[in-house]
């Protein structure tokens, strides 16, 4: 049987990969309202939380729909 905490790990580090390529990919992607982008001063802070809603969604069907 797989340790939990081995499982936790690799989810930890697959999520921190994911959101570091996505920190990088977003900024080309266009912003849509519900994005939250704040530019204050020298600091510059992008969170696609309604793209990412969005994208999950259409995952999530995706996948059910080849499951079967």
Same mark, same amino acid.
């Given at each position: 049987m797989v340790d939990p905490g081995k499982i936790f790990a690799l989810l930890g580090i697959l999520f921190l990969m994911i959101s570091l390529l996505w920190n990088v990919i977003a *900024?080309?992607?266009?912003?849509? *309202?519900?994005?939250i982008y704040i530019n204050r001063g020298g600091i510059k802070i992008y969170i696609p939380w309604l793209s990412s809603l969005i994208l999950s969604a259409i995952l999530t069907l995706l996948f059910n729909f080849f499951r079967k």
């Open positions: *900024p080309n992607l266009p912003k849509i *309202p519900g994005d």
